[in-house]
């Protein structure tokens, strides 16, 4: 359990940096969710053609210079972007800080794919002579290249690395960023997740293969967790990352806290490579609340997982009823029917569109449900228009992934 | 391609390998590196894209040719003097 009496084992969030399908920033983000505004659209991708994807349109360039584009990759210019975002946000003075205390963990689903695709392809217009292989490739494909880019861009010289945990990830990331703080190997991290994912074909090719890739002749209405027609996933690209800092750091510096991290779970099916499995999701929530000292009836918004497939979303609507069924006061969201699944930036981007909660007490509903599939009706599952709330004190978000890896964050509203 | 030809797809190259920089007011005789923000992998490129433009090997033993833009140009003319610019 978290030792809530040890201030130094307070971990807050103080900055949001974030590039999500329908929103540049925190802001932009909240209201297009409480907007329903999705941010899915079709595009062509090599080998398949039409599919359909999550695709953010920061501005690349706001932080990076056009040769650390072209040498990097694009899950480093989203790290990059986010990193620069959060920071800001944050209102920490950056230029005094000392760069050797901060830790960069960014979870992903998977890295390498793109690039590897990118030289195969590049080697077939010269008949496959490897002499034309990238001397770039190395340094693109390497798991901690995300966080190595931004370790660069912003002249960190702490830890980086990825956390790798499928989809899972984007709450690994922040999970492994509280420990670090906790065990002070870093005064502060940027922690969340990225997903680059969109620009390979063969995430787009195993899920259709699986059975498992979304269709909709009109790409907004396509990623629809808990509605009976749904058909698969929507795979997008995006990432989050924040800035966690040990409470005593963040009120000496007068910060502004969007939540502490009061509580977490994580462990394996051990079952399936890929079908999720209830038991697993279901000791993951109560270990998460365990973690934090809570009850199930204490949490107030449970941000789901669910990915839009036929099995999962009921496999996971099973582990929230084991848990929450008789939590009267627990609403019920999603997110991805918004953005479709950020892969490993999922868990982050999903919780960050959750915390202006704790201020509006609004919760974004799942959108896109216009037949609620009977196994899927949670007795608290806001569904098409955002619910209004009398009190948001905790919110659960959860993320799970390929290879059995489950995880279940709490944040807790801040008051000072 | 004349010498001016071969200066020219140098500068293409160039261009593409380093997009921030400002090539107008390059010096022929001073070191490309001392010039630019340019590393031992930006070389490389440059190496690659004479392979993959004009069909080019440049063994390593010679990179130390490619040092300046008129170093670069008496060692690639020769090599490319049957050869028109790519486009």
């Not at chain 1, 709450?171 to 906790?182: A, E, S, T, W, Y």
């Not at chain 1, 008789?326 to 490993?344: C, F, L, P, Q």
Request: glycine letters at 8%; proline letters at 4%.
């Amino acid at each position: 359990m978290v030792d809530q009496k040890n201030p130094d084992w307070r971990i807050v969030i103080t900055g949001v940096g974030l590039t999500s399908p329908n929103g540049n920033n925190l802001a932009e983000y909240r209201e297009n969710l409480l907007q329903g505004k999705s941010g899915i659209e079709k595009i062509d991708i090599r080998y398949m053609g039409e599919v359909l994807a999550g695709v953010c349109n920061f501005d690349e360039f706001k932080y990076q210079k056009k040769k650390e584009r072209r040498r990097g990759t694009r899950a480093g210019s989203v790290g990059i972007y986010c990193a620069h975002e959060a920071i800001s946000d944050s209102g920490i003075e950056f230029d005094s800080f000392d760069k050797s205390r901060i830790g960069i963990y960014c979870g992903v689903t998977e890295h390498g794919n793109v690039e590897t695709e990118n030289e195969v392809f590049n080697i077939s217009q010269y008949d496959y002579d490897v002499k034309y292989w990238s001397h770039h490739h190395n340094p693109r494909t390497v798991a901690n290249n995300p966080a190595g880019e931004i370790s660069l861009n912003l002249k960190i010289t702490g830890p980086h690395y990825s956390i790798g945990a499928a989809c899972a990830a984007g709450n690994l990331g922040v999970i492994q960023g509280c420990q670090m703080l906790r065990l002070k190997e870093v005064d502060m991290a940027l922690a969340g997740g990225i997903s680059e994912s969109i620009h390979t074909f063969g995430i787009f090719a195993s899920f259709k293969s699986q059975g498992a890739l979304a269709w909709h002749e009109d790409p907004e209405r396509a990623s629809r967790p808990f509605d009976l027609d749904r058909n698969g996933i929507v795979c997008s690209e995006g990432g989050c990352l924040y800035t966690l800092e040990r409470l005593p750091d963040a009120q000496k510096r007068g910060a502004k806290i969007y939540g502490e991290v009061v509580g977490y779970g994580v462990n394996s099916d051990a079952v399936d490579f890929v079908l999720p499995q209830p038991k697993g999701q279901t000791d993951c929530l109560n270990m998460a609340l365990n973690n934090a000292g809570l009850k199930a009836d204490d949490i107030n918004i449970v941000n789901t997982h669910a990915t839009s497939t036929p099995q999962g979303d009921i496999q996971e609507c099973i582990a929230i009823r084991n848990v929450f069924g008789k939590s009267k006061n627990v609403w019920v969201n999603n997110t991805k029917s918004y953005i479709g699944h950020a892969m490993g930036a999922a868990g982050a981007l999903e919780l960050a569109g959750n915390l202006p909660a704790f201020e509006d007490k609004i919760v974004h509903p799942t959108i896109n449900v216009d037949k609620l599939d009977p196994e899927c009706a949670l007795d608290n599952l806001v569904i098409n228009q955002p619910k209004q709330i009398e009190q948001v004190n905790y919110i659960l978000n959860n993320s799970f992934g390929m290879l059995g890896i489950n995880s279940a964050l709490i944040v807790k509203h801040f008051e000072i | 391609m004349t010498r001016d030809d071969v200066r020219n797809a140098v500068i293409r190259i160039l261009a593409d390998i380093a997009p921030d920089e400002d090539f107008d007011g390059l010096n022929d005789e001073e070191k490309l590196r001392d010039q630019f923000d340019l590393d031992s992998m930006d070389f490389l490129d440059i190496v690659m894209e004479l392979r993959k433009r004009y069909n080019i090997e440049v063994p390593e033993a010679d990179y130390e040719r490619l040092v300046t833009m008129t170093s670069c140009i008496d060692y690639l003319q020769p090599l490319l003097k049957n050869q028109q610019m790519a486009s």
